[in-house]
């Protein structure tokens, strides 16, 4: 009953996908990766439905403040785990003073709930979030809490490949991290590679433009791939347009097996290995209740 007429139609010369069904999919029983989720804003923007028990990934913040929230939500699911950051949409905040501010409020509460990664943050030019300078110095802040508390860092980074390439030259990740939501060419992934760092594909690989990214996911080696929703925003095609879930991951999954011309369940496990490996360099291992 999905439309799977825009996936059909996919791709160009390049890379040409052709998934003929998704008969397969059955949602309630199946195991769940997602390395980025966000179980508040989804709550927020009503969509009240439980996340599924079954899921692996990290769910991250949108402030820094909304760590117990998310816990209360996600209580009982124990293959979850947190992130605390400020992206830099932090800096537009009424109650944002300073980049070194920011970090001593991080560090408190990464401490206090033992969250296990740091961020998102990093630098978005696409909005107008505040001067980029200001994002740099949080950016770097974070990077600096990464390997002061030894917890991977989660990186946002939209129209900004420049300025963050820049910034991973000059720093070292002792307890690595994720380029969320990898969404530039493969020449722009090199230097996360380079610095060790995990690569995320979200659903924009599955759009119709995008065809600098699938070639990303395609040489993107086996050992540092990661998928994400970035629920509850972009969504995947077939389900491009509705609010988006962790469920919807298997969409992402079928379609870099597709392009990979990967096996999708050992492209799965790959993708569990790499971030069980990613969580063990964390000294994080969350708050119990
Ligand atoms: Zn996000």
Known sequence: MVDTKDLKSFGSNAVRVRVSSWAHFSFPSMNIFDSHFHSLIMRKNGDLS???ASITGIDVSADPFDIKERIEILKGLENVSYSVG?????IADEDFSSPQEEAETLEKIILEYDAHFIGECGLDLFHDYGRINTQKELFEA???LSRKLKRPIIIHSRDAAEDTVEILKKNTFSSSGIMHCFSYDKNVMKKPLDKGLYISFSGNVTYRKNEFIREAAIYCPSDRILYETD??????????GKKNRPEYTEYILSF???IRKEDRSA???KVNENYRRLLSLSEGKGRAD
Do not use: A
Not at 86 to 90: A, F, Q
């Open 86 to 90: 400020s992206g830099p949409w932090r």
């Open 142 to 144: 974070q990077i600096m």
């Open 50 to 52: 439980p996340i599924p």
């Open 267 to 269: 492209l799965y496990e």
């Open 256 to 258: 870099l097996s597709e």
């Open 231 to 240: 629920s509850p925003y972009l969504s995947p095609v077939p389900m491009r």
